[in-house]
C-alpha cells in the first residue's frame, strides 16, 4: 500500500510544481487514476482502505473538468490530505453509488432468502404497527469535504459515469430531463404509496393498501399462449393467507422458494373468495427496504424505465451524493427559518420517515426555488440601477396639450400609471416598468405620452410589437394620438414624425426609414423585430417601449436596447397577471397597473353553449354578419389529434365553408401557417374582406377590428380562464353590441366552474387570480420564451413561502449587494448557475 500512496503523492506535488497544468503524468491525472488504483487496490488489505481509494480515484477523474487554478489547487491538496489519512489507517466514505445493473427485478439477489417462520399457527401476532427500519450497517469515518469545485464537476457527471447504467439506460433517462447525477438527485417523486402501516392477514380488507411480513408457502408457474406466464405465490403469517400475483416475471419462480421470508406492500383485492395482491411490490425481510413497508416514492417515467429500477437507482445516488451537494443557504438563515439542511431535505423528499419529514423536506426545496428566484431578479433589479440613463424632464405645457386633444379623460389608474411612468423618465437611472392593463384599458395611450415626453426632450421612441398587424394598427394609433404634436428643433417647431418599419415594406422605403432613423428625423418609429436588425440605427433612441412583451425572447429585448445608450425601458401586456406570478416573472420591474376600464366601455355578454345548441350559435353569427358585423370562431387544436377529442382549426374551416357558412366569406388562421401568409389573412380580416375568421390560439393577442362582434369559442373548456378572458378581449372594440359564446361538450364540473366564472365576470385580474389557482402559473403564456421559472417543488400560488422567499432574498441583498461575503460564496455560485441556465432556456 505504501509504494502507491508514494508513487500518488510524487505526481501530486509534481503537478503542484507545474503550476496545475494536470502535465505530471501523461493523458493527465484522469487517465492515470484506473492504472493507480488498480495498483493500490491490490495492496489494501481492508474495505475502509478499498472505500478510500475509489473516493480518490473517484477525485482524480473531476480533475481535468475543473475549470479555475485555484478549484485545481484545492483538489491537489484535498487529495494530499487524503492520502495521508489513507496511510494513517483512516477512510473515507465510497465514492461512486453502486447502482443497479439492469432494469428492475434482475437487479435483485440471486436465490433466496431464508428466515426463520414470522408466525405459527395458534400463536398470537403483535398488533399492527409501523414497520420498524432495517439497521444500516455501520459506515467508515467521513472524510473531509470535497471542495466545491471537484463536488460540482462529479454531480455534474452523466449518469453513464455510474456503476452498470449504459448507454441504453441514459437515452431513456434523458427523455426524463436526466443527464446527471444531480439531475437524479432532482428528479423528484410525482406522488407516495404509503405502504408505512403493517398489518396482519387476517386483518386485511379489500381496498386496503398495506404491507404485510409473511413466508412463502408456494410458488408455482404457469405458461400462457403467447410466451407469457404467471407467478402465483402463497404466502402465510400464521394468521391467514395472502395470493400473490405477477405477469411475466418468470425469474420470482426461484426467488420466491417456500420458506423464504418477505415484505409485500400493495392493494388487497378479493377473488372467488381470496385475498389477493395483483403485481405488489415486495422485498426480502432483512434487507433495508425502499420498495416496500414505507412511504415509497413514484416518480415520472418514460418507456422503458420502471419505478422499481429507477427507485433503487436514486436510492443510490442519494445514499452517496445527498451529503455532498453543496448547502448554499447560509446557516444562520437556515436555522433562523427552520429549514433541513439540502442534504437531508433530498433524502427524505426522496425516502421520507414520515409524513412530517416529507412536508419540511417540500419546504426546504421550494424555499430554495422561489429564493434563487428572487436573489436572482433582485440582482437584475440593482445591476439595472447602477446604469446611468438620460434624465427625460417632462414638457408640462406640451402633456397638457397632448392631454387636451383626446376624445376623452384619463382614468384615475390611467393617470396614476402616466405619473409613475414620467417620474421614472425624468431620473438619471434608465426606467426599467411593466405597465399591466386588460384588453381596452388604455396602455397606448400612456405609451404615446411618454414617447412625446422623449420627443420633447429631443430624444427617439422605438415601438416593438410581435406582428406587422399590430405594427400597422400601433403606427396608425402612434399617428393619430401625436400627428398634430411639434418637437423642439433648431429653435423652432416641427411636427413629431412618427414612422413605421416592418418586413414586408419596399427595400427602397426601407433604406429610407432607416437613413431618417439614423439622421435623427425620426421621433417615434413603430415596428416588428425588423427594429433589432443590424441596418436599424438611432440618433438619439432613449425610450423603448415593448408590447405584448412575453412574445419576445430575452436576447431580442436586449437587442433593442443596445440601440441606444442605457435607454428608458417601458414593457406591456394586456395579459393580466396575478401579484404573485407578478413578483417571479417581472421582480426586477417597477410595475403599473391599469385596472379599471375607460368609461362607456360596454360589457361583452357572454354564453356558455352546449353541443345541442350549436345551431342556434350559428344562426347568431348569420344574424350579426347580415347586420354587418364581423365574427371570430376560434379552434384548440391545428390538426386532428386521436388524443384529445377537439374540433381542429383546419378541419372546422373546411366543414363551416362547404356546410354552414357557404355563403359567406371565411379565412383560416392558425400557427403554422407562414408569417406572411398569417399577416395577409390577418389584414384582410382587419379590412372587412372576411366575414369570419377560423382561428386557432394565435388571435389571443392580435389585431383590432371594432367590425367584429362576436367571439365563437370552440372547446371552450380545454382553454384557461385568462386565455378565454384574451379571447374575449378581441370583440367589443367598436360602439356595437358585442357577444361571447363558449362552446363545451364537457359534462366536467370543474369545467363548468371555470366557464360560469368567466360569463359572470368581466374583470380579467379576478380571472387571473383563480386560474393561478386552478390551473396552475402555465396557463399565462405557453413557451418557456415567457420566462417562467421551471418550478419542480414550489408552487407560485403559495404566496406566503413567495413573499417570505423575496423577503430573506431582499434582506440579505441589502447586506452583502454583491455576494462577496465568505460565507455567501455557494450561493453565488449557485445563482449564476441558475440563471445562467435560465437565460439559456429563455432566449
Same mark, same amino acid.
Given at each position: 500500500?505504501?509504494?502507491?500512496?508514494?508513487?500518488?503523492?510524487?505526481?501530486?506535488?509534481?503537478?503542484?510544481?507545474?503550476?496545475?497544468?494536470?502535465?505530471?503524468?501523461?493523458?493527465?491525472?484522469?487517465?492515470?487514476?484506473?492504472?493507480?488504483?488498480?495498483?493500490?487496490?491490490?495492496?489494501?488489505?481492508?474495505?475502509?482502505?478499498?472505500?478510500?481509494?475509489?473516493?480518490?480515484?473517484?477525485?482524480?477523474?473531476?480533475?481535468?473538468?475543473?475549470? %479555475?487554478?485555484?478549484?485545481?489547487?484545492?483538489?491537489?491538496?484535498?487529495?494530499?490530505?487524503?492520502?495521508?489519512?489513507?496511510?494513517?489507517?483512516?477512510?473515507?466514505?465510497?465514492?461512486?453509488?453502486?447502482?443497479?445493473?439492469?432494469?428492475?427485478?434482475?437487479?435483485?439477489?440471486?436465490?433466496?432468502?431464508?428466515?426463520?417462520?414470522?408466525?405459527?399457527?395458534?400463536?398470537?401476532?403483535a398488533p399492527a404497527e409501523p414497520l420498524p427500519a432495517v439497521?444500516?450497517?455501520?459506515?467508515?469515518?467521513?472524510?473531509?469535504?470535497?471542495?466545491?469545485? &471537484?463536488?460540482?464537476?462529479?454531480?455534474?457527471?452523466?449518469?453513464?459515469?455510474?456503476?452498470?447504467?449504459?448507454?441504453?439506460?441514459?437515452?431513456?433517462?434523458?427523455?426524463?430531463?436526466?443527464?446527471?447525477?444531480?439531475?437524479?438527485?432532482?428528479?423528484?417523486?410525482?406522488?407516495?404509496?404509503?405502504?408505512?402501516?403493517?398489518?396482519?392477514?387476517?386483518?386485511?380488507?379489500?381496498?386496503?393498501?398495506?404491507?404485510?411480513?409473511?413466508?412463502?408457502?408456494?410458488?408455482?408457474?404457469?405458461?400462457?399462449?403467447?410466451?407469457?406466464?404467471?407467478?402465483?405465490?402463497?404466502?402465510?403469517?400464521?394468521?391467514?393467507?395472502?395470493?400473490?400475483?405477477?405477469?411475466?416475471?418468470?425469474?420470482?419462480?426461484?426467488?420466491? &422458494?417456500?420458506?423464504?421470508?418477505?415484505?409485500?406492500?400493495?392493494?388487497?383485492?378479493?377473488?372467488?373468495?381470496?385475498?389477493?395482491?395483483?403485481?405488489?411490490?415486495?422485498?426480502?425481510?432483512?434487507?433495508?427496504?425502499?420498495?416496500?413497508?414505507?412511504?415509497?416514492?413514484?416518480?415520472?417515467?418514460?418507456?422503458? /424505465?420502471?419505478?422499481?429500477?429507477?427507485?433503487?437507482?436514486?436510492?443510490?445516488?442519494?445514499?452517496?451524493?445527498?451529503?455532498?451537494?453543496?448547502?448554499?443557504?447560509?446557516?444562520?438563515?437556515?436555522?433562523?427559518?427552520?429549514?433541513?439542511?439540502?442534504?437531508?431535505?433530498?433524502?427524505?423528499?426522496?425516502?421520507?420517515?414520515?409524513?412530517?419529514?416529507?412536508?419540511?423536506?417540500?419546504?426546504?426545496?421550494?424555499?430554495?426555488?422561489?429564493?434563487?428566484?428572487?436573489?436572482?431578479?433582485?440582482r437584475l433589479r440593482q445591476a439595472w440601477r447602477r446604469q446611468?440613463?438620460?434624465?427625460?424632464?417632462?414638457?408640462?405645457?406640451?402633456?397638457?396639450?397632448?392631454?387636451?386633444?383626446?376624445?376623452?379623460?384619463?382614468?384615475?389608474?390611467?393617470?396614476?400609471?402616466?405619473?409613475?411612468?414620467?417620474?421614472?423618465?425624468?431620473?438619471?437611472?434608465?426606467?426599467?416598468?411593466?405597465?399591466?392593463?386588460?384588453?381596452?384599458?388604455?396602455?397606448?395611450?400612456?405609451?404615446?405620452? &411618454?414617447?412625446?415626453?422623449?420627443?420633447?426632450?429631443?430624444?427617439?421612441?422605438?415601438?416593438?410589437?410581435?406582428?406587422?398587424?399590430?405594427?400597422?394598427?400601433?403606427?396608425?394609433?402612434?399617428?393619430?394620438?401625436?400627428?398634430?404634436?411639434?418637437?423642439?428643433?433648431?429653435?423652432?417647431?416641427?411636427?413629431?414624425?412618427?414612422?413605421?418599419?416592418?418586413?414586408?415594406?419596399?427595400?427602397?422605403?426601407?433604406?429610407?426609414?432607416?437613413?431618417?432613423?439614423?439622421?435623427?428625423?425620426?421621433?417615434?418609429?413603430?415596428?416588428?423585430?425588423?427594429?433589432?436588425?443590424?441596418?436599424?440605427?438611432? &440618433?438619439?433612441?432613449?425610450? /423603448?417601449?415593448?408590447?405584448?412583451?412575453?412574445?419576445?425572447?430575452?436576447?431580442?429585448?436586449?437587442?433593442?436596447?443596445?440601440?441606444?445608450?442605457?435607454?428608458?425601458?417601458?414593457?406591456?401586456?394586456?395579459?393580466?397577471?396575478?401579484?404573485?406570478?407578478?413578483?417571479?416573472?417581472?421582480?426586477?420591474?417597477?410595475?403599473?397597473?391599469?385596472?379599471?376600464?375607460?368609461?362607456?366601455?360596454?360589457?361583452?355578454?357572454?354564453?356558455? /353553449?352546449?353541443?345541442?345548441?350549436?345551431?342556434?350559435?350559428?344562426?347568431?353569427?348569420?344574424?350579426?354578419?347580415?347586420?354587418?358585423?364581423?365574427?371570430?370562431?376560434?379552434?384548440?387544436? /391545428?390538426?386532428?389529434?386521436?388524443?384529445?377529442?377537439?374540433?381542429?382549426?383546419?378541419?372546422?374551416?373546411?366543414?363551416?365553408?362547404?356546410?354552414?357558412?357557404?355563403?359567406?366569406?371565411?379565412?383560416?388562421?392558425?400557427?403554422?401557417?407562414?408569417?406572411?401568409?398569417?399577416?395577409?389573412?390577418?389584414?384582410?380580416?382587419?379590412?372587412?374582406?372576411?366575414?369570419?375568421?377560423?382561428?386557432?390560439?394565435?388571435?389571443e393577442v392580435g389585431i383590432d377590428v371594432p367590425n367584429a %362582434?362576436?367571439?365563437?369559442?370552440?372547446?371552450?373548456?380545454?382553454?384557461?380562464?385568462?386565455?378565454?378572458?384574451?379571447?374575449?378581449?378581441?370583440?367589443?372594440?367598436?360602439?356595437?353590441?358585442?357577444?361571447?359564446?363558449?362552446?363545451?361538450?364537457?359534462?366536467?364540473?370543474?369545467?363548468?366552474?371555470?366557464?360560469?366564472?368567466?360569463?359572470?365576470?368581466?374583470?380579467?385580474?379576478?380571472?387571473?387570480?383563480?386560474?393561478?389557482?386552478?390551473?396552475?402559473?402555465?396557463?399565462?403564456?405557453?413557451?418557456?420564451?415567457?420566462?417562467?421559472?421551471?418550478?419542480?417543488?414550489?408552487?407560485?400560488?403559495?404566496?406566503?413561502?413567495?413573499?417570505?422567499?423575496?423577503?430573506?432574498?431582499?434582506?440579505?441583498?441589502?447586506?452583502?449587494?454583491?455576494?462577496?461575503?465568505?460565507?455567501?460564496?455557494?450561493?453565488?455560485?449557485?445563482?449564476?448557475?441558475?440563471?445562467?441556465?435560465?437565460?439559456?432556456?429563455?432566449?
Open positions: 500500500m505504501q509504494s502507491a500512496i508514494v508513487k500518488l503523492v510524487k505526481i501530486l506535488n509534481l503537478e503542484r510544481d507545474m503550476g496545475y497544468m494536470n502535465r505530471a503524468v501523461i493523458g493527465g491525472l484522469d487517465k492515470f487514476a484506473p492504472h493507480w488504483r488498480e495498483e493500490a487496490l491490490s495492496q489494501a488489505s481492508t474495505d475502509a482502505a478499498r472505500s478510500a481509494i475509489e473516493e480518490i480515484c473517484d477525485l482524480l477523474r473531476t480533475y481535468s473538468s475543473l475549470e %479555475t487554478t485555484a478549484q485545481k489547487a484545492e483538489c491537489v491538496d484535498d487529495l494530499l490530505a487524503r492520502l495521508k489519512a489513507l496511510e494513517a489507517g483512516a477512510a473515507p466514505a465510497p465514492a461512486v453509488p453502486q447502482a443497479p445493473a439492469e432494469p428492475e427485478e434482475r437487479a435483485e439477489e440471486k436465490g433466496p432468502v431464508s428466515a426463520p417462520p414470522l408466525a405459527k399457527p395458534g400463536v398470537t401476532a439497521p444500516r450497517p455501520e459506515e467508515p469515518p467521513a472524510a473531509p469535504p470535497a471542495p466545491a469545485g &471537484a463536488r460540482s464537476a462529479a454531480l455534474e457527471a452523466e449518469v453513464t459515469t455510474l456503476p452498470r447504467v449504459g448507454q441504453m439506460q441514459a437515452k431513456r433517462l434523458e427523455k426524463l430531463g436526466i443527464r446527471t447525477i444531480e439531475d437524479l438527485l432532482y428528479h423528484f417523486p410525482r406522488r407516495y404509496d404509503d405502504y408505512s402501516r403493517l398489518k396482519l392477514i387476517h386483518q386485511l380488507r379489500p381496498g386496503d393498501e398495506v404491507t404485510v411480513l409473511a413466508n412463502v408457502r408456494q410458488t408455482t408457474l404457469r405458461q400462457l399462449d403467447g410466451g407469457r406466464t404467471i407467478i402465483k405465490c402463497i404466502v402465510t403469517d400464521g394468521t391467514g393467507q395472502l395470493e400473490l400475483t405477477w405477469f411475466n416475471q418468470p425469474f420470482l419462480e426461484k426467488r420466491l &422458494a417456500p420458506g423464504t421470508s418477505i415484505v409485500v406492500s400493495g392493494r388487497v383485492e378479493q377473488f372467488l373468495g381470496r385475498l389477493t395482491m395483483n403485481s405488489p411490490e415486495w422485498e426480502p425481510l432483512d434487507k433495508e427496504h425502499i420498495h416496500t413497508g414505507r412511504m415509497v416514492p413514484v416518480y415520472p417515467l418514460t418507456e422503458g /424505465v420502471t419505478n422499481r429500477w429507477l427507485r433503487r437507482l436514486i436510492n443510490k445516488v442519494v445514499e452517496t451524493w445527498a451529503d455532498r451537494v453543496e448547502d448554499f443557504l447560509p446557516e444562520e438563515m437556515r436555522r433562523r427559518l427552520e429549514l433541513y439542511d439540502l442534504g437531508t431535505a433530498l433524502r427524505e423528499v426522496h425516502f421520507p420517515a414520515s409524513e412530517e419529514s416529507l412536508a419540511k423536506a417540500r419546504r426546504r426545496l421550494a424555499f430554495d426555488e422561489l429564493f434563487l428566484l428572487q436573489v436572482g431578479v433582485l446611468t440613463g438620460r434624465p427625460l424632464p417632462t414638457d408640462r405645457p406640451a402633456l397638457e396639450q397632448f392631454l387636451a386633444s383626446l376624445p376623452f379623460t384619463l382614468t384615475g389608474a390611467q393617470q396614476r400609471a402616466l405619473d409613475e411612468i414620467l417620474h421614472d423618465m425624468a431620473q438619471p437611472v434608465p426606467m426599467n416598468r411593466l405597465l399591466q392593463g386588460d384588453v381596452g384599458s388604455g396602455k397606448t395611450v400612456i405609451a404615446a405620452a &411618454a414617447a412625446l415626453v422623449a420627443a420633447r426632450s429631443g430624444f427617439q421612441t422605438a415601438v416593438m410589437v410581435p406582428t406587422e398587424i399590430l405594427a400597422h394598427q400601433h403606427y396608425a394609433r402612434f399617428q393619430s394620438l401625436l400627428g398634430q404634436m411639434t418637437v423642439p428643433a433648431n429653435g423652432q417647431e416641427r411636427p413629431l414624425r412618427v414612422r413605421l418599419l416592418v418586413g414586408s415594406m419596399p427595400p427602397a422605403e426601407k433604406r429610407q426609414v432607416y437613413d431618417e432613423t439614423a439622421a435623427g428625423e425620426v421621433d417615434v418609429i413603430v415596428g416588428t423585430h425588423a427594429l433589432i436588425q443590424e441596418n436599424v440605427q438611432f &440618433a438619439r433612441l432613449a425610450l /423603448v417601449i415593448i408590447d405584448e412583451q412575453h412574445r419576445f425572447g430575452v436576447s431580442q429585448r436586449g437587442a433593442l436596447r443596445q440601440k441606444g445608450y442605457s435607454p428608458h425601458m417601458l414593457v406591456m401586456t394586456a395579459t393580466p397577471i396575478p401579484r404573485t406570478l407578478s413578483l417571479t416573472l417581472y421582480g426586477d420591474l417597477d410595475l403599473s397597473i391599469i385596472d379599471e376600464l375607460p368609461p362607456g366601455r360596454q360589457p361583452i355578454k357572454t354564453y356558455i /353553449v352546449t353541443h345541442r345548441e350549436r345551431e342556434r350559435a350559428y344562426q347568431f353569427v348569420r344574424s350579426q354578419v347580415a347586420e354587418g358585423h364581423q365574427a371570430f370562431i376560434i379552434c384548440p387544436l /391545428v390538426e386532428e389529434s386521436e388524443n384529445i377529442e377537439a374540433r381542429a382549426a383546419v378541419a372546422e374551416y373546411e366543414r363551416l365553408s362547404r356546410e354552414v357558412f357557404p355563403n359567406l366569406r371565411l379565412g383560416l388562421l392558425h400557427g403554422r401557417m407562414p408569417a406572411e401568409e398569417k399577416e395577409e389573412v390577418m389584414r384582410r380580416f382587419s379590412a372587412g374582406e372576411l366575414d369570419i375568421l377560423v382561428s386557432t390560439a394565435v388571435v %362582434t362576436v367571439m365563437l369559442i370552440e372547446g371552450a373548456d380545454r382553454f384557461g380562464m385568462a386565455q378565454l378572458h384574451q379571447f374575449r378581449g378581441r370583440v367589443g372594440r367598436g360602439s356595437a353590441p358585442s357577444y361571447c359564446l363558449l362552446l363545451t361538450e364537457s359534462n366536467s364540473e370543474d369545467a363548468w366552474e371555470r366557464l360560469r366564472a368567466v360569463a359572470e365576470s368581466q374583470d380579467g385580474f379576478a380571472l387571473a387570480e383563480k386560474d393561478l389557482e386552478l390551473r396552475g402559473p402555465g396557463e399565462f403564456f405557453g413557451t418557456r420564451q415567457s420566462g417562467l421559472p421551471d418550478l419542480r417543488m414550489a408552487s407560485l400560488a403559495d404566496i406566503r413561502l413567495l413573499e417570505l422567499a423575496r423577503r430573506e432574498a431582499y434582506q440579505l441583498l441589502e447586506q452583502d449587494p454583491e455576494l462577496s461575503r465568505p460565507e455567501h460564496q455557494a450561493l453565488r455560485r449557485r445563482v449564476e448557475r441558475a440563471w445562467a441556465q435560465r437565460r439559456t432556456d429563455i432566449s
